[in-house]
């Protein structure tokens, strides 16, 4: 796993989009962070911390947001992250519905 800095992990992560639009998946997690690396007694953090690390089962990245960068940030990664989700694929609708009809028959 590598800790990058704000910047260096969104340009990862587009990297990790483009290798993966074809086929793949990028899997992506946020949880609150205290700072601690080994386990040790909960202390009160000094600062709120948030780390996200986001994985494609070939490379690992994560960062380490602070309260004061949280804005900037969200924005950058809301932009690359609308970008990125032109290759889903979308649900066709008629064929759950005619599955739907051959299974009540």
């Keep these: 796993m590598v800790l990058l800095d704000n ?5 990862g992560l587009t990297k990790m989009f483009q ?9 992506i ?12 007694k909960p ?8 780390l996200i690390r986001a994985s494609d089962n070939k490379v690992k990245l994560s960062t380490v947001i602070s309260s004061k960068e949280v804005t900037k940030f969200q924005m950058s990664y809301a ?15 008629n064929k ?7 299974k009540d028959l």
Aim: aromatic fraction near 4%; glycine fraction near 8%; include cysteine.
């Design 19 to 27: 290798n993966n639009r074809s086929s793949g998946s990028v899997s």
């Design 29 to 40: 997690t946020l949880k609150k962070y205290d700072g601690r690396t080994t386990r040790q």
């Design 43 to 50: 202390q009160q953090p000094i600062e709120n911390l948030c």
């Design 7 to 11: 910047d260096g992990f969104l340009h």
């Design 96 to 102: 759950e519905r005619k599955e739907r009809k051959r």
């Design 79 to 93: 932009t690359l992250l609308r970008g990125n989700m032109d290759s889903l694929k979308k649900h066709d609708k």
